[in-house]
């Protein structure tokens, strides 16, 4: 048997990233467990890696990852030292991957596979100039002629999409989405129309993708949602519609900072506003409050102030314009003000900012209120208040049962992790009660 070749670029990445071997094992260990595969690598395994050993497929994909979160940089499979992935080479169509993507969320005997897909902070993000102009791809294979009735259909059932996923979660929306886009959108999009049509197609594509990206966020399938977002980026631009460019940049960024990837949710952030010039103010409002959430995560207080001071104003003037029902509202408004607040350690404004976020936000987002009422707990749990903290958990149990959600379902478990130290008061055993009542695992 030939002796093995050391890595030396892994042991290159190592002296770069300033990591011991136990942090090193430690940061891919973490990322296992983020995806639902914890694996328990210890120093000994990065010997063995160093002196040639390939790690399994996850390790390395793992250990790519880790490694970019740490450099702030992509970092490649050949950096590293690995084999590129099987169908890790040039990328397919816009429609032939959105095909391809859509028929494996189809697919339940995938859902372990997709699920285990990296959240990447090193995934290229195209800028506008580099997704304009790809119309020209779509025009194979034509087969069938549309107008603008076929855009509305779209449309409409991205609009009713939209309503059960904001009622009922998107656990069982996602994959009707995603066989609409399979089975109906991606033959319009290889269809015979007018160049008005084509675009507004597009655009509605785009539109359909970012929702059922966030869907996928909603689950915690959060490598798989990217590939979406990454979708609708691509179709946005092909449309030439800024607006969704733009939006599916903030969700991206929304759902980097959630995970807790300061960094790369400001660069996002960042990028969304510099993409929207022409917003109106209710869009600046969301995109500042944004930029505010993720400056204070990563600790610059003046600028998130700053931020949080220009979402303020932008909302001003949209309200003053018109109610708008839904979008970003001031109910939304609060709630990054409460992130921001939390990030910057003002633990009592956190709590006052999402007590009058629950108290306007719109009734029919059942799914957000199980999630905000769920935060303002706990936030009230962290100054003490374990009373008032009870009572919003109560609340958010009123609707938790009608909601089928990844996200709903881990505040639930948050929220037995964190009253299990006050199992014995009674407000506590009357909660545990009714959550185990409502189907919420409590006790071993």
Not at 147 to 153: A, R
Not at 241 to 250: A, E, K, N
Not at 268 to 281: C, E, F, H, K, V
Request: hydrophobic share 45%.
């Amino acid at each position: 048997m030939a002796p093995k070749t050391p890595n030396v670029c892994m042991e290159a990445l190592l002296r770069e990233s300033g990591w011991t071997y136990a942090s090193f094992v430690m940061a891919v260990n973490r990322i296992g467990t983020e995806v639902g595969h914890p694996t328990s690598y210890d120093e000994s395994a990065v010997h063995h890696w160093l002196k040639g050993t390939v790690p399994r497929k996850e390790a390395r994909a793992a250990i790519v990852e880790a490694m970019s979160r740490r450099l702030f940089r992509p970092v490649t499979y050949e950096e590293a030292g690995f084999p590129a992935p099987v169908g890790h080479g040039a990328a397919l169509g816009t429609v032939e991957g959105l095909i391809d993507l859509g028929r494996q969320d189809m697919d339940p005997s995938r859902r372990s596979v997709l699920g285990a897909a990296l959240f990447s902070v090193a995934i290229t993000i195209p800028d506008w100039p580099d997704v304009v102009g790809r119309a020209e791809a779509f025009s194979a294979g034509v087969v069938t002629h549309i107008g603008m009735g076929e855009v509305q259909m779209v449309q409409a059932m991205t609009e009713r999409v939209s309503d059960l996923d904001d009622q009922f979660g998107g656990r069982h929306a996602r994959p009707m989405a995603a066989a609409f886009l399979v089975n109906t959108v991606a033959g319009y999009l290889r269809a015979e129309a007018p160049s008005h049509v084509r675009k507004a197609m597009m655009s509605a594509a785009a539109d359909l993708c970012y929702l059922t990206g966030y869907m996928a966020v909603d689950e915690g399938l959060h490598g798989l949602a990217q590939r979406y977002y990454l979708k609708a980026l691509e179709l946005a631009g092909a449309a030439d519609d800024h607006l969704t460019y733009c939006t599916t940049l903030r969700g991206m960024s929304v759902q980097a900072v959630d995970l807790g990837h300061g960094r790369q949710a400001m660069r996002l952030a960042d990028a969304a506003a510099a993409a929207s010039p022409q917003a109106g103010p209710r869009m600046r409002a969301f995109l500042a409050g944004q930029q505010a959430h993720s400056a204070a995560q990563l600790g610059n207080s003046a600028a998130a102030i700053r931020f949080m001071s220009q979402a303020e104003r932008a909302m001003d003037v949209a309200e003053s314009q018109s109610k708008a029902f839904g979008s970003y509202d001031p109910a939304a408004l609060m709630y990054h003000l409460s992130q921001v607040r939390h990030e910057l350690n003002d633990k009592a404004g956190a709590v006052q900012a999402m007590r009058e976020s629950t108290k306007i936000a719109f009734p029919h987002y059942r799914r957000t209120r199980v999630r905000h009422l769920s935060l303002t707990a706990e936030r009230q749990l962290d100054v003490g208040q374990l009373e008032a903290a009870c009572e919003s958990w109560n609340a958010a149990l009123n609707d938790y049962p009608l909601v089928q959600s990844g996200r709903c379902d881990e505040k639930m478990s948050i929220m037995v992790s964190r009253l299990s130290p006050h199992a014995k008061n009674r407000q506590v055993q009357a909660l545990f009660r009714r959550a185990q009542a409502a189907g919420v695992r409590v006790g071993a």
